[in-house]
């Protein structure tokens, strides 16, 4: 008699395991509130800094003042927003990061002076704070294992289309020349984040784990699982009893914790690349055509939309920490071909200057799914809020001392700027190796679990 032979994954399971599409079924309202929300701030984003100049009397540097101002002020809020997501769980917060956001965008039609700038802009920035304490936990709580890297990729190309999609509605407003649509912009930025709270209201299931890894294809990828199951619950090692620290001294007592915080707050500097430093460095330093920068964000955002899930998915097998050292390289690499920009001239300056950026986009796909979800679910429970909010901090190292880097170094040194940026994203990168061997157990193969399953 025959030994049984295990049943092939359904076809459906194996076409979403290879496009890198996460189980959607009844998560329909998850994915519909992820695009509304990024729908709407897709509209409003590139509208943000003119409103104030358009609809009231303030100054551009006024206007510049009370975001600078307002972004200050909004810092000391992370912490707290990641013990509001660690007390009442990240679907409530995030209901409330939605109606606060709300709340902040009327308050910016009521805005006639400077500290009214600034107190609106304070609660915007405030509900961004706890959006990024909350929206990744709330995802750890859908799924875990590569099914986990698979929500976070799949929604990160949703939310670059939804975003570009936004973009062209609002500015097919404001290029009716009619006076009211700055704040039909706003008033319809808010509707969508009240909708967004709305979907969010209703509690949502929890995920199927992922499907079981065949071992060839472990095998295949070259790498293998991580010994033990992924963290983001809390565990510890078989025979030792639980540790007692909970809140703040779970995070600030963990080295592991500490060291992701570190290497994080080193590789985020590479985000700058595409969004600050290549307007000033391409244009102003380069002399290339004002158009290069705006292709390269288009190009950046077409590649996120088109590839994120389906590279996700490829990468699967991998570890983690592995994986966003991978992309560290990637980003160097960038570096090197920016570097090498001087050098150049014409069509080849342009064609250097486009792959950098499917260069530098490649390593953002590829870093980005694995680094959201190893943050994700490598601090206790308990802490996940707090730990959340402190990650959230290290891309705020970057977006408050990258202008002033860049503003100092760029068109005098721009050789020095790049050697910086190198040693920063070699940090980054080495940072995650280092600890991924200090570790493995937690900063492993996002499909451990399944495999063990």
């Avoid at 619950?233 to 030792?240: H, I, K, L």
């Avoid at 160097?332 to 200057?353: C, D, M, Q, W």
Wanted: glycine residues 8%; aromatic residues 8%; contains cysteine.
């Amino acid at each position: 008699m025959s030994r049984p032979t295990p049943h092939a994954p359904a076809a459906p399971a194996r076409w979403r395991r290879a496009l890198g599409v996460p189980d959607l079924s009844g998560q329909g309202r998850i994915v519909a509130a992820t695009a509304l929300d990024t729908f709407g701030a897709g509209m409003f984003t590139p509208l943000s800094f003119l409103f104030f100049l358009m609809t009231t009397d303030l100054t551009v540097a006024q206007v510049g003042l009370g975001t600078s101002v307002a972004t200050l002020l909004s810092i000391p809020l992370t912490p707290i927003a990641g013990m509001a997501v660690d007390r009442w769980g990240p679907r409530v917060s995030l209901i409330s990061n939605n109606l606060l956001a709300a709340t902040g965008y009327l308050c910016y039609l009521l805005v006639d002076s400077l500290p009214a700038l600034v107190a609106s802009m304070l609660v915007v920035l405030g509900a961004d704070r706890m959006y990024w304490a909350a929206w990744p936990a709330f995802v750890a709580d859908l799924a875990e294992g590569a099914e986990l890297d698979r929500w976070y990729a799949f929604t990160a190309a949703g939310k670059n289309a939804s975003v570009a999609v936004g973009g062209v509605v609002g500015g097919l407003l404001l290029a009716s020349d009619w006076s009211g649509a700055p704040m039909l912009i706003v008033v319809l930025n808010a509707s969508t984040s009240v909708l967004t709270a709305l979907l969010f209201w209703k509690p949502v299931r929890q995920a199927k784990p992922a499907e079981p890894t065949a071992p060839e294809d472990t095998a295949a990828a070259g790498t293998e699982p991580a010994p033990e199951p992924e963290p983001g619950r809390a565990q510890v090692p078989e025979g030792q009893p639980a540790p007692a620290r909970s809140g703040w001294r779970a995070v600030f007592a963990d080295r592991i914790l500490l060291c992701v915080l570190a290497s994080q707050t080193a590789l985020a500097f590479a985000w700058l690349i595409p969004t600050l430093i290549l307007p000033v460095y391409l244009v102003k330093v380069q002399d290339l055509p004002a158009w290069l920068p705006s292709t390269a964000l288009t190009v950046n955002a077409l590649l996120i939309v088109a590839v994120q899930s389906t590279l996700t998915a490829r990468l699967g097998t991998v570890a983690r920490s592995r994986v966003i050292s991978w992309a560290a390289v990637l980003m160097l690499a960038t570096v090197g071909l920016l570097a090498l920009l001087p050098l150049t001239g014409g069509a080849v300056s342009i064609a250097l200057v486009l792959g950098a950026v499917i260069l530098f986009t490649t390593g953002q796909m590829t870093a980005t799914p694995a680094v959201v979800a190893l943050s994700a679910t490598l601090a206790p429970h308990g802490a996940r809020g707090r730990f959340l909010s402190l990650f959230n901090l290290t891309w705020t190292v970057s977006a408050t001392t990258g202008p002033a880097l860049v503003g100092a170094l760029v068109e005098r040194q721009a050789a020095l700027l790049w050697v910086v940026l190198a040693c920063l994203v070699a940090l980054g990168g080495l940072g995650y190796r280092f600890t991924g061997g200090l570790a493995p157990h937690r900063l492993g193969s996002p499909r451990a679990r399944s495999a063990e399953a």
